[in-house]
């Protein structure tokens, strides 16, 4: 079975300050990793996804992650945050495997901008 | 057109009442998932269809009832609804094609009160 945790449930920097954002993932088999932003009201929207390519991935929005198997992370990264980044953010996971199957997510961190 | 849609945005309904939440995407795929979100929690898988049969049920209350008519339409119909299932329900959909990898595109959601 496969896992993340999500370090910190509120985040609050400044805008133009750096994100970090923080997943730490238990799985048995290689894991595909994903980030999602909700924003208030709406589905979910992919904002990057990790599937063994590289590690370092570039998303959307200026946003990036970076897989280290050594410390079983995949944090998320904007290095100047923007008043629009306020949001819910989840990590999620699914394991390596044939078939479809569905996310599992971790608990989320709402980020807050301050002016 | 990366688009899932659902209807209704939101509905209220009795304990005793039955209703259907709708689900539809244009995109070609052959993967569809409903989730349930609780406030302030992450969404949890309920379902997967895959090339339109049931692949995966994780334990839902028979009350939930899944349909996949064709490849581009999913219903949840419900029925003898308890409060407790008040939430967000997400419909998603990915290619199906490539596994576990692929990304989930999802829906705005419907947002259920039951009375």
């Known amino acids: 079975a496969q896992s993340v945790t999500q370090l910190g449930s509120h985040v609050s920097v400044s805008e133009g300050a750096l994100v970090l954002l923080r997943c730490n993932y238990s799985s048995s088999v290689p894991p595909y990793l994903f980030w999602y932003v909700q924003y208030p009201n709406q589905g979910l929207q992919l904002l990057l996804k990790?599937?063994?390519?590289?590690?370092l991935v570039k998303g959307i929005n200026g946003f990036e992650a970076e897989f280290k198997k050594s410390e079983t992370s995949f944090h998320l990264t904007k290095p100047s945050a923007h008043m629009s980044d306020a949001a819910e953010y989840f990590c999620a996971v699914t394991s390596s495997g044939g078939g479809a199957d569905g996310l599992t997510f971790g608990k989320g961190t709402h980020l807050i901008i301050q002016p | 057109d990366t688009e899932v849609t659902q209807t209704p945005k939101h509905l209220v309904m009795g304990m005793t009442n039955k209703k259907s939440l709708k689900c539809e995407q244009h995109m070609g795929h052959r993967a569809m998932y409903w989730y349930k979100q609780k406030a302030k929690k992450p969404p949890e898988l309920m379902f997967v269809?895959?090339?339109?049969?049931?692949?995966i049920n994780e334990s839902v209350p028979s009350r939930f009832s899944p349909e996949c008519p064709n490849s581009s339409l999913l219903n949840l119909h419900l029925h003898a609804l308890q409060p407790e299932d008040s939430a967000l329900y997400l419909c998603?959909?990915?290619?199906?094609?490539?596994?576990?990898?692929?990304?989930?595109?999802f829906g705005p959601g419907t947002r259920l009160l039951v009375l």
């Open positions: 990790y599937t063994s390519a590289a590690t």
């Open positions: 998603a959909s990915s290619q199906g094609v490539s596994g576990r990898s692929e990304t989930q595109y």
């Open positions: 269809y895959s090339y339109e049969k049931l692949s």
